[in-house]
């Protein structure tokens, strides 16, 4: 039987895997050191619950994906492969922006407060270029698999 330690190491590295991240990026973000993160990734000891939580809002993923024994498959669509990759190739500015509206949107529960017309208005220059962006990304993306 796979033990915690285990299965929270293989979450970690399927998530890296998945975004294209090694250790020295995550430990520079999040400030974890990196002998601990090793051995977090090497199933030698298990997080604490706010180190979990940084890193489950690292990757965009709820806390029960790293701690649960799950098949990542099923998780992730290729769009939100594609806006994961974005993110974190993004500026800080853009960054913020984002963590700006995950805040108002964690904040209100996910209840639409403001239409989808007006969410625009956080950063009007950050939701068109995002559209743009994420748009062409993922046109480009159905394209490549056609």
């Keep these: 039987m796979t033990d915690n330690k285990e299965i929270m190491a293989r979450n970690i590295l399927d998530n890296m895997d998945k975004m294209g991240v090694n250790a020295t990026e995550i430990c520079n973000t999040l400030g974890f050191k990196q002998n601990t993160f090793s051995d977090w990734v090497n199933a030698k000891t298990y997080p604490r619950i706010d180190a979990i939580e940084k890193m489950a809002g690292y990757f965009g993923i709820p806390k029960a994906h790293l701690v649960e024994n799950i098949q990542y498959n099923d998780v992730f669509t290729e769009e939100d492969k594609i806006l994961i990759e974005l993110y974190h190739k993004a500026d800080q500015g853009t960054k913020d922006s984002i ?3 995950l805040a108002y949107y ?41």
């Design 99 to 101: 963590n700006r509206l």
């Design 106 to 146: 964690k904040a209100t529960n996910g209840q639409p407060v403001l239409s989808a017309s007006e969410i625009p208005q956080i950063n009007p220059a950050f939701a068109a270029r995002t559209t743009r962006k994420v748009s062409q990304k993922i046109l480009d993306a159905r394209n490549k698999n056609a």
